[in-house]
């Protein structure tokens, strides 16, 4: 198993994927941005430890859409929701749904590293086990 740990950063908003980006470098992750959920699923890759960061609104396809989409693409592929709107509901909706973590933007910095790091720990236990898309 390499030791590459992926974030697919998914954001329709430039300077929120741009920062989340440099952030997660910084940390060490090799970050992957995407526009959209159409350029996310055209350049998908389900091998290797890796979870996805993903807007819950975006145009054309939502977060919820995307996230439907990738467990029957890439099943088990952790995802974490990032929204600029506080949503009780929302939050649940995502969590029920197995939803790895759901922040609400302007993410604290060490929330999101922590977060990132449980949904890598829950993706190098998928690869060990056998489950890896």
């Given at each position: 198993?390499?030791?590459?740990?992926?974030?697919?950063?998914v954001?329709?908003?430039h300077?929120?994927?741009?920062?989340?980006?440099?952030?997660?470098?910084?940390?060490?992750?090799?970050?992957?941005?995407?526009?959209?959920?159409?350029?996310?699923?055209?350049?998908?890759?389900?091998?290797?430890?890796?979870?996805?960061?993903?807007?819950?609104?975006?145009?054309?396809?939502?977060?919820f859409?995307?996230?439907?989409?990738?467990?029957?693409?890439?099943?088990?592929?952790?995802?974490?929701?990032?929204?600029?709107?506080?949503?009780?509901?929302?939050?649940?909706?995502?969590?029920?749904?197995g939803?790895?973590?759901?922040?609400?933007?302007?993410?604290?910095?060490?929330?999101?590293?922590?977060?990132?790091?449980?949904?890598?720990?829950?993706?190098?236990?998928?690869?060990?086990?056998?489950?890896?898309?």
């Amino acid at each position: 198993m390499t030791d590459v740990r992926t974030v697919f950063v998914v954001d329709d908003d430039h300077s929120v994927r741009r920062s989340l980006a440099r952030l997660l470098r910084a940390a060490g992750y090799q970050a992957e941005s995407f526009v959209s959920a159409a350029d996310f699923l055209a350049n998908l890759r389900c091998d290797g430890l890796a979870c996805a960061l993903i807007d819950v609104r975006m145009p054309e396809v939502s977060g919820f859409d995307l996230f439907q989409q990738l467990q029957q693409k890439c099943p088990g592929l952790p995802v974490i929701f990032i929204t600029g709107h506080r949503d009780v509901a929302m939050a649940e909706r995502a969590t029920q749904a197995g939803a790895s973590d759901f922040l609400i933007k302007p993410v604290d910095e060490a929330v999101l590293l922590a977060a990132v790091e449980q949904a890598l720990a829950a993706s190098r236990a998928r690869l060990i086990c056998g489950g890896g898309g």
